[in-house]
């Protein structure tokens, strides 16, 4: 797709799309909508744009959205999904309603587990993130790239938890991670700009950026569930997209 005609002052911006074990990066001007990116997508891999489903830190965009007003800035991520029926389990309807039925709470069941995973691994970059803001919060430097990876991986967190089908209660607790971790997400992003200032004496010197009277309990337990036995297995594959 040609952007040689638009208006000047817009700011081109590099994104990482996520679609299947694959990444696309695209540079484009941050004024476009999400529905010029999907034909800038299609351009790229074949993907017809009204089977295309963007997804930014775990929300779907709609087609008239701007990725500006979204947010997206240099090195964004977003998760692409095929929304065609092809990719439904078709040969179940075949299956008697026992059957399905079993298979159903089959998929239940793992959903939950998964969500509890994802959970584990938020747990442990909520840790860190808490011990960045402490260091920051007492008027000290964090080395900036040590922020940037835990916004990177709870971003990849974001990935795996789209990609999750749940019902029931794993859908409520897969809601509940997203928002905690879009939650987190805000807080680094703070941090990362409080970091970036002038170096403080004390936190009552410090830029009003971040709540420092938050500890770093706190951070760990943001909108976090209760711990079940498989929310403790964690997993160290950062790069599967389940």
């Known amino acids: 797709m040609n952007f040689a005609g638009d208006e000047g002052g817009s700011t081109i911006i590099k994104i990482k799309v996520s679609y299947g074990s694959d990444w696309l990066e695209l540079t484009v001007p941050s004024h476009i909508t999400f529905g010029d990116l999907k034909k800038v997508i299609a351009e790229k891999i074949g993907l017809e744009p009204d089977v295309q489903r963007l997804f930014f830190r775990g929300i779907e965009k709609e087609d008239q ?60 970059l909520a840790q860190q993130l808490g011990a960045l803001k402490k260091i920051i919060c007492e008027g000290h430097k964090v080395l900036q790239k040590d922020l940037l990876f835990v916004v990177e991986m709870l971003e990849r967190q974001l990935l795996k938890l789209d990609g999750i089908k749940a019902e029931g209660e794993g859908k409520v607790q897969r809601k509940m991670e997203v928002r905690r971790v879009q939650s987190l997400l805000d807080t680094a992003d703070e941090l990362k700009t409080r970091n970036l200032g002038p170096k403080a004496k004390s936190s009552d010197n410090a830029p009003k950026t971040t ?5 770093q309990s706190d951070i760990g337990n943001l909108d976090a569930q209760p711990s079940s036995p498989s929310a403790m297995k964690g997993t160290q594959d950062w790069e599967v997209f389940e």
């Open 65 to 124: 959205v701007h990725l500006e007003m979204a947010g997206l800035k240099n090195n964004s991520k977003l998760l692409l999904k095929e929304n065609s029926a092809s990719n439904d389990k078709v040969e179940e309807v075949s299956a008697s309603s026992d059957k399905m039925e079993e298979v159903k709470e089959t998929q239940i069941s793992k959903g939950s587990e998964l969500v509890a995973e994802v959970k584990a691994d938020v747990d442990k």
């Open 211 to 215: 709540n420092c009277e938050t500890s």
